[in-house]
């Protein structure tokens, strides 16, 4: 069964066949608009792919699991910067033009927000990584609500950005599969981290996706 997610899509395979797995992988690898596979850890390691493990999606949430998930390509249509112009190839039935998001390219992971009020610095630009989860979790100290954790995924509160706060330390860093498939592809995750949190920034094969460039030298791999 495959699941529309837009810039990707969420393939679920029945009774986690490892061998259909195989073959469905092999095949992918073989296609110009993809770029990055992620799969079920359960179904073992798989050349020019990356564990799903390593994006957060395996947890102990009741809805089951994909068994691969599929990264479509993505570029830029050449304006000034590039994130402002990106093009993506999508499963959807919305036509050219429409938008779309879903994909791991930097043009959908790379968003503007803004807040302001007494309970904000002025003029402040975060230089961290912020997502929807510490939208939430800001809010919530803000108004002094104190609600229950249900797992881990929580986000943090954005402490730099209000008065008087601290700035956390943060960090970059790059997953790449062990081994590349037979054409010589290899899934890239690059990925910040405050405190405890991970940020996903941008992944695929280099060259494929927008924001992740060709580029030579050691990599840190899956694992390890």
Same mark, same amino acid.
């Given at each position: 069964?495959?699941?529309?997610?837009?810039?990707?899509?969420?393939?679920?395979?029945?009774?986690? +066949?490892?061998?259909?797995?195989?073959? %469905? #992988?092999?095949?992918?690898?073989?296609?110009? *608009? $993809?770029?990055? =596979?992620? !799969?079920?850890?359960?179904?073992?390691?798989?050349?020019?792919?990356?564990?799903?493990?390593?994006?957060?999606?395996?947890?102990?949430?009741?809805?089951?699991?994909?068994?691969?998930?599929?990264?479509?390509?993505?570029?830029?249509?050449?304006?000034?910067?590039?994130?402002?112009?990106?093009?993506?190839?999508?499963?959807?039935?919305?036509?050219?033009?429409?938008?779309?998001?879903?994909?791991?390219?930097?043009? +959908?992971?790379?968003?503007?927000?803004? %807040? #302001?009020?007494?309970?904000?610095?002025?003029? *402040? $630009?975060?230089? =961290?990584? !912020?997502?929807?989860?510490?939208?939430?979790?800001?809010?919530?100290?803000?108004?002094?609500?104190?609600?229950?954790?249900?797992?881990?995924?929580?986000?943090?509160?954005?402490?730099?950005?209000?008065?008087?706060?601290?700035?956390?330390?943060?960090?970059?860093?790059?997953?790449?599969?062990?081994?590349?498939?037979?054409?010589?592809?290899?899934?890239?995750?690059?990925?910040?981290?405050?405190?405890?949190?991970?940020?996903?920034?941008?992944?695929?094969?280099?060259?494929?996706?927008?924001?992740?460039?060709?580029?030579?030298?050691?990599?840190?791999?899956?694992?390890?």
């Amino acid at each position: 069964m495959v699941a529309t997610n837009g810039g990707s899509d969420l393939i679920y395979l029945p009774n986690r +066949d490892k061998k259909l797995a195989d073959r %469905a #992988i092999k095949a992918l690898l073989e296609q110009d *608009y $993809v770029s990055g =596979l992620f !799969v079920d850890d359960k179904l073992g390691n798989f050349p020019g792919t990356l564990p799903m493990s390593n994006l957060n999606l395996k947890g102990k949430a009741v809805t089951p699991n994909p068994s691969i998930v599929v990264n479509f390509r993505s570029w830029s249509s050449g304006c000034e910067i590039p994130t402002n112009c990106s093009v993506q190839i999508a499963d959807t039935v919305l036509r050219q033009g429409q938008g779309m998001h879903g994909s791991f390219s930097r043009g +959908d992971t790379y968003n503007f927000t803004a %807040a #302001i009020g007494p309970d904000f610095k002025a003029g *402040y $630009v975060d230089p =961290l990584p !912020v997502s929807n989860a510490d939208v939430g979790m800001t809010a919530a100290q803000l108004l002094g609500l104190r609600a229950p954790n249900n797992g881990g995924l929580i986000g943090r509160v954005m402490s730099e950005a209000l008065p008087n706060g601290i700035v956390p330390k943060m960090a970059e860093g790059t997953l790449m599969s062990k081994k590349a498939s037979a054409n010589g592809l290899r899934t890239v995750l690059k990925f910040q981290r405050v405190l405890s949190t991970r940020y996903f920034d941008v992944a695929g094969f280099p060259g494929r996706t927008l924001g992740l460039e060709e580029t030579s030298g050691k990599q840190k791999t899956a694992g390890k």
